[in-house]
Structure formats: C-alpha cells, structure tokens
Nanobody
Framework: QVQLVESGGGLVQAGGSLRLSCAAS?????MGWYRQAPGKQRELVAQ??????????RYGDFVKGRFTISRDNAKNTVYLQMNSLKSEDTAVYYC?????????WGQGTQVTVSS
C-alpha cells in the first residue's frame, strides 16, 4: 500500500498546458497516469518505471508526442507535462503505483479543456 496525492488539474483552454503532480508516501518503481472520461473505460496515459538511475516510459497511443512523464525519486513524485491540450483530453486523471502485490490509486484530479 502507498498513499498517492494528485495535484495540478484544472481548467485550461485548448492548446494550453498543464503539469500534473503525484506525491507518493514512499518510493515505488512503477508509477503512471491513467484517465477516465464519463462513459468511457479508464485508459493508460503514461507510465514510468525506474531501475537504478534509468527510467523507462511508455505512453498511450493518443498522446502523440504531446505529453511527457517524468519523476523525481528524491521527492517520491511523478509528473505529467501535458501540452497542446484538446477538448478530448477532458477527464479525471488518476495517479497509479504498481507492484507485484498491489495496485494503488490516487483520488484523481479533474482536467477540463475548453474549446
């Protein structure tokens, strides 16, 4: 179990940017961001795994170079930089931490992109 607290969501105009943060109570190697819009399944946005000093990242197909995931292990924090936002990016964004034994979720932060 790990506690996850998201921040940085809000209202932004199309074409704008937001930076989401997820602060974890302790270090977990694999962390990521998922999102869920009303009536849709929760989907992967980005995931990052740290192994020593090396980070491995993967992204959902819809990102198309617009989003970047990063982490600061000294702060137990994961970030999601979102650029060129579109109205279809509107969703609740959830931080995730995964191990072989548990799969933890934050409470979510709302991202709303206006047209």
């Amino acid at each position: 179990q790990v506690q996850l607290v998201e921040s940085g969501g809000g209202l932004v105009q199309a074409g704008g940017s937001l930076r989401l943060s997820c602060a974890a109570s302790r270090n977990i190697a694999t962390m990521g961001w998922y999102r869920q819009a009303p009536g849709k399944q929760r989907e992967l946005v980005a995931q990052i795994t740290s192994s020593g000093s090396t980070n491995y990242a993967r992204y959902g197909d819809f990102v198309k170079g617009r989003f970047t995931i990063s982490r600061d292990n000294a702060k137990n924090t994961v970030y999601l930089q979102m650029n060129s936002l579109k109205s279809e990016d509107t969703a609740v964004y959830y931080c995730n931490a995964r191990t072989n034994w548990f799969n933890s979720w934050g409470q979510g932060t709302q991202v709303t992109v206006s047209s």
